[in-house]
């Protein structure tokens, strides 16, 4: 059994491509209400959990109430890709303003695995082409990541995530 720590009332973000199994792993390892997506905020402010135009608006939500989780104590995982350093560190810079931690939980699932996985989706109509610039960004986001500000970085490959189990602590 692998545990990863978190901060019981700080931020914890979910990276990986599309495909990647982010939502897998939220829905099986926190509360709903602690899981925070993209997704979500999409389909709130445009009907459709895809519909890549509404991205912005969706950000500005997700943001705000991962800002009033945090302000309340509230550990929140962010389901969201997050391969791009700007994204994440707009979501460091709020947990910096409540000065709480920030995790990560990178799903470091090969390409060939998450394209097989998206094709064999009815939710979602990313092409390979989609998982091959998150994969670039994830490959460069490895590298970087723990310098951004975040505490740990679980990465975690397909093999690992079965026997995975989170660990909330307080610091
Ligand atoms: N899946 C799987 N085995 C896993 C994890 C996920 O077969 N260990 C499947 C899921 O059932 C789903 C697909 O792979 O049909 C994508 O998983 P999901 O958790 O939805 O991936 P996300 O990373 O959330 O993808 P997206 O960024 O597109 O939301
Ligand atoms: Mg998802």
């Known amino acids: 059994v ?8 700080g931020l914890v973000l979910l990276v990986g491509v599309s495909g990647s199994g982010k939502s897998t792993f939220a829905a099986t390892h926190f509360a709903p209400s602690q899981v925070v997506s993209s997704d979500a905020y999409r389909a709130i402010v445009s009907g ?7 991205t912005a608006d969706a950000f500005e939500l997700l943001h705000h109430v991962v800002d009033v989780r945090l302000r309340r104590g509230l550990l ?10 700007s994204a994440r560190a707009s979501l460091v810079k709020v947990a910096k303003a409540n000065h709480v931690l920030v995790d990560a939980i990178v799903l470091d699932v090969p390409e060939s695995v998450a394209v097989e996985r998206n094709r064999a989706r009815t ?9 091959a610039r998150q994969r670039g ?9 723990r310098k951004e500000g975040v ?4 990465v975690l490959t ?14």
């Open 2 to 9: 692998r545990e990863l720590r978190v901060p019981a009332n």
């Open 137 to 145: 960004d994830l490959r460069r986001s490895l590298r970087s990541i």
């Open 48 to 54: 459709d959990a895809n519909d890549q135009s509404a």
């Open 151 to 154: 505490r740990r970085v679980h």
């Open 123 to 131: 939710d979602r109509e990313h092409g390979a082409h989609v998982v």
């Open 158 to 171: 397909p093999e690992d995530v079965a026997g995975a189990v989170v660990v909330p602590e307080r610091p």
């Open 76 to 85: 929140t995982v962010v389901d969201a890709t997050n391969v791009q350093s």
